[in-house]
Structure formats: C-alpha cells, structure tokens
C-alpha cells in the first residue's frame, strides 16, 4: 500500500447484494445506474459475473454497453481466469479500454467450484494449482498488453504502411496448462495496462494495482490494508441504508425471503450519516472503499443524495474528471511497455 492522501477513490457494485432481490438486469437499467453513479461522482463501476449466470449478459459487454454512454466513470467487469481463455481475456480488456478512452479495469475472478469449472469442460483445480493459473493469466495479460509499443502505428498514407513490425512483439508465454505466442490483435491500450483490481484472498497483491479487502472489523481491514504490497487498497464494505424504512426492518424483509450469508465484509446497516462517519474513520487506512449496495435500486440513491455529498463536504471525495483515464483518476502512473526500447 502506498503513503496515505487524504480522500477515499469510490467505487460501486452494479448488482444487488442481497441475494432476495432478484433484480434483472436490462439496458435501461444499467445505463440508469451507470448515469446516476457518474454524477454523483464514483470513480469505478463493477460488475459481478459467475460462469453458470447464463440468463443474463456477461460482464464484459455489460461493461462494453456503458463505455460509450459515460465519460468519465471506470469500468470493471469480473473476468474469471479458469473459465476465460487467456488471449481473449487480454483482448476483451484492450477493446474495452479503446471503447472508453482509457477508463476500463479488471476484476480478477477466479471461479473453482464445480459447476463453474464444468462449463468448460475442466475438473477440480488444487489450491496451489488455481493459484498459478491466476498469476500466469494475469502475467500472460500483461505481457500482452505491451506487446504492441505506444509508437507502433505508422499511418504512412504515403507508403501504405500502417505499423511498424519492429514494435510489435511475440511474448511467447509458456504457463502451467496453456502457452500463447501473441502479439495481441489490438494496438496498446490507451492506459498501457488496464488497471488490475483483486479480492485479497486470490494472494497476489503483487500483481495488482487494487487489492480488495474483505474483512469484517475495520481493525482487521486497517491491518490487512498495512501488509499488502500493492499500490492501492480499496475496502469492501457491504450497505443497507434507511430509506423510508428503517435499515434495520429493510434487512430482516429481505432476509425473511432469503437469508444473506455472512461474506467477510464489512457490513453497514443504518443511517447515511452513520456510514459516512465509518468511511471517513476508513480514510485513515485504505486509499478506497467499494460499495455493495443490499438493492442497488433503494441504495444507490441515498448513496448519491446523501452520502457521497458528506464526504465531498468533508474534503473526502473527489469526482473524477471527464476525460481523464481512470490511471489518471486514481493516481496510478501509466507503465512503459516492456518492449519499449530506450533511446540514448
């Protein structure tokens, strides 16, 4: 984790956490979402994926869908590395860094049950094998992403020539259960590496530019946040917020119908005065917060009515700026490739 600055990035859950709502997922929605979150000022929207949700749009193009309607917003879809075949992975996040201009990230998932696996014709993975299949995708998508340098494309309409061959490069990685020659089949993306966000429990803070802790205590957050490596620790904090209804009455409804499972998070019922209060306290040792509203549709608003505009009054927010690529936005430099050759 890097020096502390004052302030929280936010970021947003694009589907409801409790798992009694049910609510489905359409267009209008996700740019109604998409829309109201932008404005109120989130730095990066998120959006969960499993590999068995056949009944609704994966990720990846929900996440494609809202590029072109927003302007400033992050995007991170959930991209599973045992079910997602490397080089498409890679180029997925390349398109959809082009499509936004610089504003795209992945969710790293890494699904390992049974069923999920199933879809793709693969048995159960040991832990030390998942753990390697995580770290060559990532390292395969990386290597990928600098394959083609910033300067590749020529455009010489004079001689017909559209890149130079010379800066665009084969990675010829070899992993545990696939290798991939490369180059990828899109220029560099605009960020040079698409921001990389992993849940803590994946261990590979190293190879993260966002590591998600999900703890239950803010104690346990603030240490887990102290040992990690990578250059920004966002909190996964989980919300219920009165409404009209009480918080409190809200979740014993929802979890008359179905209960939800404790999941390692923080946990927040109550009042938006009592979590601004909790993520002001969180400042002091994370670099951002992602929000797991119980409903998005009940939440979100007091989120952005309330919420968001304590901490923007509190000098704790800051809304990114049109234009600017989420690198940008959340204070990450944008790498060299690694092909790129330094001139005396």
Not at 223 to 233: D, N, T
Not at 308 to 319: E, N, T
């Amino acid at each position: 984790m890097t020096d502390r600055h004052p302030g929280l990035h936010l970021a947003l859950e694009t589907e409801d956490a409790h798992p009694a709502t049910g609510t489905p997922l359409t267009p209008k929605s996700l740019h109604e979402t998409a829309r109201a979150a932008e404005q109120a000022g989130f730095a990066l929207l998120t959006y969960a994926d499993t590999p068995t949700a056949t009944a609704r749009v994966e990720a990846g193009t929900r996440a494609a869908y809202v590029s072109t309607r927003t302007d400033r917003v992050g995007l991170a879809p959930t991209l599973h590395v045992t079910t997602t075949e490397p080089f498409h992975l890679a180029t997925q996040l390349a398109a959809l860094d082009h499509a936004s201009h610089g504003r795209a990230a992945w969710l790293v998932g890494a699904a390992s049950d049974a069923d999920s696996l199933a879809t793709v014709g693969r048995g159960p993975l040991p832990a030390d094998a998942l753990h390697r299949e995580i770290t060559d995708v990532v390292d395969t998508a990386r290597a990928l992403w600098d394959s083609w340098e910033d300067d590749a494309i020529v455009k010489d309409v004079a001689t017909g020539r559209f890149l130079d061959a010379d800066r665009v490069h084969h990675i010829d990685f070899e992993g545990a259960t696939f290798t991939v020659k490369g180059p990828l089949i899109t220029p560099r993306p605009p960020q040079g590496q698409i921001v990389v966000l992993a849940p803590d429990a994946l261990e590979i803070d190293g190879r993260a530019d966002v590591v998600l802790v999900s703890r239950p205590t803010l104690a346990e957050v603030t240490s887990r946040a102290r040992e990690s490596a990578a250059p920004l620790v966002f909190a996964e904090v989980e919300v219920v917020l009165d409404t009209d209804v009480p918080a409190v009455e809200r979740l014993a409804r929802l979890d008359g119908v179905t209960p939800w499972p404790e999941s390692g998070r923080l946990r927040h019922v109550g009042s938006a005065r009592a979590l601004a209060g909790l993520l002001t306290e969180l400042a002091g040792s994370v670099d951002g917060v992602r929000l797991h509203p119980a409903v998005l549709a009940d939440d979100l608003p007091v989120l952005t009515g309330q919420v968001l505009p304590a901490l923007a009054a509190a000098g704790l927010h800051h809304p990114p700026r049109s234009g600017d690529t989420l690198r940008t936005t959340l204070g990450l430099p944008r790498p060299a490739s690694r092909f790129a050759t330094t001139e005396a």
